[in-house]
């Protein structure tokens, strides 16, 4: 029931569309969500996978996950980041990767809402070191579109596929298109 409001809001309601699929097989992976202009962000991802039907995941920091808040971060897929320990955030977040059956986690490679000069590449060291592939994930504005692209297997050689991942962005526009990341 629920799916089917979400379907009846994002395509009736808002016009908006989804392109592509993403395997439900792939039990885990690290889905690369661009561009990140504006809050407007957050409810694409949540009726996106309230229609797919996929578990999907983020991190954040584990003070987030107090009472009562706590309880809402973890239904929506949250998992809390602990870094303490002088762990870095690849190492913990791969390790959150191991002990979970299912963590299809959403990164926001731009780390802000705000105009950046270059994407933080931390999505890409988490996928390699989980040893998980990275799906491309657009939301376009301009086409009113959540696009899911195919998904790479990292292998190490970031300057050779950085700009294979890139492309699934060309032409893309988020929501407040002079924020988003030129390339």
Not at 1 to 25: C, E, H, P, R, S
């Amino acid at each position: 029931m629920k799916k089917q409001i979400y379907k009846w809001i994002f395509f009736n309601l808002m016009g908006w569309k989804i392109v592509g699929t993403i395997d439900a097989d792939i039990k885990k992976c690290v889905m690369m969500v661009m561009p990140h202009t504006s809050a407007h962000d957050f409810y694409l991802g949540i009726f996106t996978r309230g229609i797919t039907g996929l578990e999907m995941n983020f991190v954040a920091k584990k003070e987030l996950f107090v009472f009562p808040i706590g309880y809402y971060f973890k239904y929506m897929g949250g998992e809390p980041l602990d870094r303490s320990g002088g762990m870095n955030k690849v190492d913990v977040i791969a390790e959150i990767f191991n002990r979970r059956e299912i963590f299809r986690l959403a990164v926001l490679p731009e780390g802000t809402r705000k105009k950046v000069g270059e994407i933080k590449t931390g999505f890409y060291y988490i996928a390699l070191k989980a040893n998980v592939p990275i799906i491309p994930v657009a939301f376009d504005f301009g086409k009113k579109e959540v696009n899911l692209g195919r998904p790479l297997m990292p292998s190490g050689d970031i300057e050779k596929e950085m700009p294979i991942l890139m492309e699934h962005f060309t032409g893309v526009k988020g929501k407040v298109p002079e924020k988003g990341f030129q390339f």
